[in-house]
């Protein structure tokens, strides 16, 4: 294919989105850890697309100065290619960390993860996924261009190539004009979009965002929000995005999976079949409502575990 034509990814909507389903616009997967049966309906859908991420048993207990740390046990978690997974839970109970296992910056102490079909470690060579960070991480004195141009410089493209894809990712952000522009001359919005783009600018089928608009404001971030659903609407990415804000894991994600602290677990998954077209107004609607409440449920149950 011609490098990096995220936009011809376009995917058949009802395999990605999932079926409508009757009785009620969530439907609720149990813990997969606890319940076979959701095991095997996790695995029957996901027949339909390959998985993009397979977490099984995960645990990893952290080695400190003061004593060790069990940051997350027993962790089983399927995300599919082209899924949109919200991880949302208390601070310190392990979103980092999992999405860190994905990416292959943690080692899990026991259980095993598969990060599209091969070990996390050999997708982080094939650089399967772009991370992206809660502060957008730009070299201040490079250019908004050439700090989208830098992963492509370190992968050996050429000038030519590095400059198209510059140019098309900064665009599909919202950023065309910018190119020239240094980090400090944009507003912290603007400087989180162009380190999506530098992210996007070779193509990795994942995106990995820790939460990446928990700094911001929040008109800025409602805003962003709603590009980041129109770009993965276009591209077809599995994104998994980590956020403390249950309105944003809501509004943005296919499934919203809640964590507990100490150590982390996944308590519950909650599949969401809001429409896929989706704009800011839908937060207003008794269904988001309500999925603002069983979320909320889920974090009580989770705190109330280890107390
Ligand atoms: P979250 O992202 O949900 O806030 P983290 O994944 O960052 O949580 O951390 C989970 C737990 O692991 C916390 O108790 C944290 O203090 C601990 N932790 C994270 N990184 C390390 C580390 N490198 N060494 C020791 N403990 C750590
Ligand atoms: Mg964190």
């Known amino acids: ?18 079926p409508p ?27 339909v697309r390959p998985l993009a991420v397979d977490v099984r048993d995960v645990s990893l207990t952290y080695e400190a100065a003061d004593g060790e740390v069990a940051a997350l046990s027993g962790v089983n978690l399927a995300i599919a ?73 370190v992968m050996g493209y050429s000038h030519r190539e590095r400059r198209e894809r510059a140019t098309r990712y900064l665009a599909l952000v919202n950023l065309s004009g910018f190119e020239r522009k240094f980090p400090w001359q944009l507003s912290g919005g603007m400087q989180q979009r162009a380190s999506i783009a530098r992210a ?54 296919t499934r919203i999976v809640v964590m507990s602290p100490r150590p982390g677990r996944i308590i519950d998954v909650i599949e969401c079949d809001l429409p896929r077209e989706r704009t800011l107004e839908i937060r207003e609607t008794a269904q988001f409502v309500r999925n603002a409440q069983r979320v909320r449920m889920g974090l009580r149950s989770g705190h109330s575990y280890d107390e």
């Open 21 to 47: 389903r009757s009785g009620g616009l969530f439907r609720v997967v149990k813990p997969m850890h606890m319940a076979a049966s959701a095991v095997s309906e996790t695995r029957v859908s996901s027949a």
């Open 200 to 253: 996007l600018s070779f193509d990795p089928a994942l995106l990995l965002m820790d939460e990446p608009f928990g700094a911001l404001d929040e008109i800025v971030r409602d805003h962003l929000n709603e590009q980041l659903l129109r770009l993965w609407d276009k591209t077809g990415k599995t994104v998994i995005f980590v956020t403390h804000s249950i309105p944003e894991a809501i509004f943005l994600s």
């Open 1 to 18: 294919m011609g490098v990096g034509m995220p936009l011809s990814t376009h995917r058949d909507e009802s395999s990605v989105a999932g």
């Open 81 to 153: 290619e082209g899924e949109f997974v919200s991880f949302i839970g208390p601070s310190g109970c392990g979103k980092t960390t999992l999405l860190r296992l994905i990416a292959d910056l943690e080692q899990p102490s026991a259980g095993a993860l598969l990060v599209n079909g091969m070990s996390a470690g050999q997708a982080r060579l094939t650089r399967a996924y772009g991370y992206i960070f809660q502060a957008p991480a730009l070299y201040p004195w490079r250019t908004i261009e050439k700090n989208v141009m830098l992963p492509l410089e």
